[in-house]
C-alpha cells in the first residue's frame, strides 16, 4: 500500500523529525535494549489484537514470497520458529501477552523517551462511483498498463526513474500525471471506476487502496498496483509555499476546502505532483479489515503500522506511544495519549526514517479525519526475537 496520508507533509518536516531523519540515515545507529516494564502501559495493552495480526504476517512469512531485506531483520529461521509456537497460542489477552514476552524482547534506537521522529497516520478511502462514465462520474481510477515495466538497474541509471516504458528500444520516464489526465492513456480500456470526485480520486491514489460504493449497487475493493515513477512532490507543501494555507494549518482536510473552493485552480494545482498510481480489483478475504499492505496481508485498524523497512521487517511486533487527534475534538485540534503494540505490515514512500510510523486508522470518513490529523513525534521500541535483540545490543 502507499502509505501516508500526509505524504504531502513530508518536506514540512518540524526540527525533531528532520534531525531523526538525519540520524537514521547513518551507519553506527545504536540500538539499546529494553526490559517490558520500560514500556508504561504494556501491562494494559490490547496483545490479543497484536497477536492476531501478527499470525496473519505469519502467514506472509511462511510463503517466502518477499525476500527480507530489512538491516535489523532477524534469521528466516527465527520467524519461522515463533510463527509455529503462535499458532498454539489461545487469542486471550493474558496469553497473548506471555506470548510476546516469553519470544521477544524490545530495543530502541532512542537514547531516552522524550518524543522523536514522525507519526503519521493513513486509512482506505471509501468513495463513491460508477462502472459507468455518466453525469459527474467523470474522475476514472486506472488499472497498471502494460508498458509499464520496472527497469533494470542500468535502464533506471539512463532512464533517471526505477520505472518507465520501452520506445524504440530505449527507456524513458512514463507519462506525467497531466499526461495521463489529458489523454495519454485514453482507449486502452484502463477504467475500473469512475469517481464524481476529483479530490476522491487524488485521496484515493495518495491512500493506494479504496473502497468504492458503485452507484449501481454493491461495493467493491481496489488494491495498489503501481506507480508511474515519476516524481512526488506534495501538493500541500506547494500551498504553503504559495502562502494559500498556513503551514501550522495544513492537513488533507485543509487541501480538500482549497480544491472544492478553487475548482478552476484544482487541476492545475495536482499536476505539480507528476507520480500517477494505478489499481487492480481485489476480493478480501475478511471484509471487517483493510486491503492489503505491503507485506501482503490484510491490515487492521489501530494495529497495523507502516514502517521504513530498510531498517525493520515486516511482521515486526512495534510498541508505540504518541498521541493521536482526539475523535471528540477534532475541529478543537486536541489529541489523547496512544500507547498500543502495533505489527509492522505495510511501507510506504513516505515512510523514511528509523523512528518513523505510519498508523493504519481503518476505512471510512471516521478513519479518514483522523488520518488526514495525525502529525506527532513519539516513543517506539520494536520487539525482535530474543536471542537476536540481545545480539544486535550486545547483550
Known amino acids: 500500500m502507499f502509505a501516508g496520508i ?3 507533509v513530508l518536506a514540512l518536516l518540524p526540527p525533531f523529525a528532520a534531525q531523526t531523519a538525519a540520524m537514521s540515515t547513518k ?3 545504536r540500538l ?5 516494564s520500560d514500556l508504561p502501559g504494556w501491562g494494559d495493552a490490547d496483545h490479543a489484537a497484536a497477536l492476531a495480526a501478527f499470525k496473519r504476517s505469519c502467514q506472509a512469512i511462511r510463503s517466502g514470497k518477499r525476500k527480507e531485506r530489512a538491516r535489523f531483520a532477524p534469521p528466516r529461521h527465527l520467524w519461522l520458529n515463533i510463527c509455529a509456537e503462535a499458532d498454539r497460542v489461545a487469542g486471550n ?35 463513491e462511483g460508477s462502472l459507468t462514465r455518466h453525469g459527474p462520474y467523470q474522475y476514472p481510477l ?16 539512463l532512464a533517471g526513474t526505477p520505472f518507465g516504458r520501452i520506445v524504440r528500444g530505449r527507456p524513458v520516464p512514463y507519462f506525467t500525471r497531466r499526461e495521463i489526465e489529458e489523454g495519454a492513456l ?20 495518495i491512500q493506494g487502496s479504496a473502497r468504492v460504493r458503485l452507484v449501481e449497487g454493491g461495493v467493491i475493493r481496489l488494491a495498489f498496483a503501481g506507480k508511474s515513477g515519476r ?46 498510481v494505478f489499481f487492480r480489483r481485489v476480493d478480501l478475504p475478511d471484509p471487517r479489515l483493510g486491503a492489503y499492505g505491503a507485506q501482503g496481508v490484510q491490515l487492521a ?28 475534538a477534532l475541529a478543537k485540534g486536541k489529541t489523547r495519549p496512544f500507547r498500543r503494540l502495533m505489527i509492522a505490515q505495510d511501507t510506504g514512500s513516505a515512510i523514511r526514517g528509523i523512528v518513523r510510523g505510519d498508523i493504519f486508522f481503518g476505512f471510512g470518513e471516521k478513519a479518514a479525519a483522523l488520518a488526514g490529523r495525525m502529525n506527532a513525534p513519539g516513543f517506539m521500541a520494536v520487539l525482535l526475537p530474543r536471542a537476536h535483540a540481545r545480539r544486535l545490543t550486545r547483550r
Do not use: C
Open 231 to 276: 516524481p512526488y512532490t506534495p501538493v500541500g507543501r506547494v500551498l504553503v509555499e504559495r502562502g494559500e494555507i498556513p503551514r501550522e494549518e495544513m492537513s488533507m482536510q485543509a487541501i480538500r476546502r482549497w480544491l472544492a473552493a478553487h475548482p478552476d485552480k484544482a487541476r492545475a494545482l495536482l499536476w505539480e505532483n507528476e507520480s500517477y
Open 27 to 29: 551507519a553506527n545507529v
Open 186 to 205: 485514453s482507449g486502452r480500456g484502463l477504467e475500473i471506476v469512475w469517481l464524481k470526485s476529483l479530490a476522491d480520486a487524488f485521496f484515493v491514489q
Open 301 to 328: 485498524p489501530f494495529v497495523s503500522l507502516a514502517v521504513d523497512n530498510r531498517f525493520w521487517p515486516y511482521g515486526a511486533p512495534v510498541w508505540l506511544e504518541t498521541r493521536i487527534p482526539d475523535p471528540g
Open 32 to 36: 539499546h535494549l529494553l526490559r517490558f
Open 142 to 157: 486506472l488499472a497498471r498498463p502494460d508498458d509499464l515495466v520496472r527497469f533494470t538497474p542500468r535502464q533506471a541509471r
Open 6 to 8: 500526509l505524504a504531502f
Open 93 to 127: 489477552t493474558r496469553a497473548a501477552r506471555l506470548f510476546f514476552e516469553r519470544h521477544f524482547l524490545p530495543v530502541s534506537p532512542l537514547f531516552s523517551r522524550r518524543p522523536a521522529g514522525l507519526f503519521t497516520g493513513y486509512y482506505e478511502p471509501e468513495v
